[in-house]
DNA sequence: GGAACACTTCGCCGCCGGGCTAAGTGTCGC
DNA sequence: GCGACACTTAGCCCGGCGGCGAAGTGTTCC
């Protein structure tokens, strides 16, 4: 028996856009660092301090210790509930200036993701690893239109791909680390908010971008989270998955 | 490819206490004058134009003139969706007066979310659809011993509830016109703010709601969205789902 | 121990948004 | 026509909130 809730306040808490941004990184249920949030969120560190802390304080995100860090992650999936059905009710986002919107392109064409790759980049080699058998499963949930129930169910622990014993013969031989480490599970996915498919995060995940980096496949562009498919990168990963990824690049 | 919604501009319309109100208020679905929110509200007539003015520019709801008045509604029934989401997760809201008190005691036990029914009603009439097996589906989320951590563990699963041939047939029996319409899903739920548990919405939901209207089992309330259940719905319940919905109606 | 790092707290500034009163527009009744 | 009524627009005040830099607290690594 609850008392009547006031809607007001909990719209408040969303109702800024960084505090948005915080959360919908959170969405697909990872726990992430206030300094990997202030950067979603596109603020300084104190500014998402302060964030973090009224979402904290209303309950919508806990937050946990580990090392140094400092680890934030919705509290309860209503959360993701309230905000997809405000995502459902809310106008289309509009660009405000030219340079964002080259920005937000390259983000849609290749970014990173916390630690891995996402954007149409991280959804192609995801198709890659699974055509390819590097990872079976996933109940064919890359491919097709993913709606909103696969995003809800794309919470938690849930891992539906799997590395296959080929396919880590395959990624060694590209150099990547496919060491189980410690805590963190080696196979995990988001669901992409540009291509609304999945992507392979995780501690594999992470690999794969490090790896890719290490090589001069993948370069850091001037923005934030923005990543570059270079000539080596190109050649490269079509030699090893037998596909093209040149719509990665820009045009 | 899809440009991601602006959620922050969405929550700003509702983030406000006076907004919030009025929104509650059409929550019924019905069209009310601008007085009459301005009054619900609590604030002064220009107060409460301007407040309507964004919500319609947003689309949140549609007004019409009607004589000298002019009428406001919710434009879609998203719109009291993400208004329940919300109370999901929002704080509760502190009492101010006893007519208050024993109005929020009424809206508890059985109340109308748009077009549907919710509170302790909505809920136990939503178990009496799955134990009868007319519904079907869902995680277990729905009952009540459904521990916090156990929720959690259930983050990866599919919400989905589905009406069985069965089910049909009994609704039909009872005279529910169970027709799929046009664009609205015939079948959606809500979690309920005052019992946190899922309540029937979508198509079906409203279908139920007007069947029991339409027998006199359920009457409004002096309140808006405040409902009754009757003598005769009381005991046309307890004999179409074989259950007592005694502890519905008031001491 | 001390430097580097991650994060929080503090203090200040600027601005957006809601509230009111007063005046303007349109509609109904006589 | 004129006044009463319903509602909107205009103009103003003010509180609250988000933003940052600087300083403070706790942790890790050498």
Redesign the interface.
Known sequence: ?????????????????S??RML?ALCN?QAITATALADEAGVSGPTASVHLAKLVE???VTAHREGRNRRYRLS????A???????????????TSLRQSVRTDAL?RSRTCYDHLAGRLGVQLMGALLDTGVLTGGDGRHHPDTAV?DR???????QHYELSEQGAVTLRSLGVDVREPGRRPLIRYCVD????RHHLSGALGAAIANRLFALGWLKHGASPRVVHLTDAGESGLAEAFGRSFADVRPA
Chains 1, 2 share one sequence.
């Open positions: 028996m609850k008392s009547d809730p006031d809607i007001a306040r909990a719209a408040a808490l969303l109702a800024d856009g505090r948005a919908k249920g209303a309950g919508l309860r999936p209503e959360v509930d309230a905000l997809e059905a405000l995502a459902a009710i809310a106008p289309p986002l509009p660009v849609r129930h809800l169910a794309a919470y938690g622990r849930d908010w540009s291509e609304e």
